[in-house]
């Protein structure tokens, strides 16, 4: 559900906005002067704000400006002021649209949903989801290529990351060094398989607790390694 915030002074127009957005099936909650709209806002879980131009304590235009400096979530100002110097000053301003008072109520809902479909739409369309492995307070973010333990970040080289994110996509799988050299290095293991053993002790060293008796990667001996799970 989409959480609405109301900036508005005269209460009426502030209760009667309320009801037509809680019919429509949005969460509302109004303020009645510049200063505490401005703090809800920027407190965040809202998805879209109406404001009103001429407010006790903090002006529209400044409220505006804040929020703008913070986050980009939908504003619709609102006034009964009609020049179009204040349009003008309010889309400047970052205000995603301009409704002069008075208006009707479902105009107002039409324009919400609107414009919080259009947001939606951005915000899908900028942000892709990460490709990410969580297991046990080990986090592998494939995309940015990036590993946290317990919410600590770790630095890996590039084959340390490769061989752990190869293992840990194939859990409770025993590779032997060979196959792990073939398919992480793409190579087959001419004289080389000590490096597979020397990345496990590196890799080991910066996820595990205890190296001497890992929870993530384990050894099989005389066969290979695997990722517990």
Known sequence: MSRILI???????????KDYLELSGFEVQIYNNGTDGLSAALSGGFDLVVLDLMLPGTDGFEVCRRIREKMDIPVIMVSAKKDDIDKIRGLGLGADDYMTKPFSPSELVARVKAHLARYERLLGAGQKTNDIIEIRGLKIDKTARRVWVDGTEKTFTTKEFDLLTFLAENPNHVFSKEELF????????????????????????????????????????????????
Do not use: C
């Open 7 to 17: 900036v508005e002074d005269e209460d009426s127009i502030a209760d009667l906005e």
């Open 182 to 229: 073939r398919k992480v290095w793409n190579m087959d293991s001419v004289g080389d398989i000590a490096t597979v053993t020397v990345h496990i002790k590196k890799i080991r060293e910066k996820v595990e607790y205890d190296t001497s008796n890992p929870q993530y990667i384990e050894t099989i001996w005389g066969v290979g390694y695997r990722f517990k799970i």
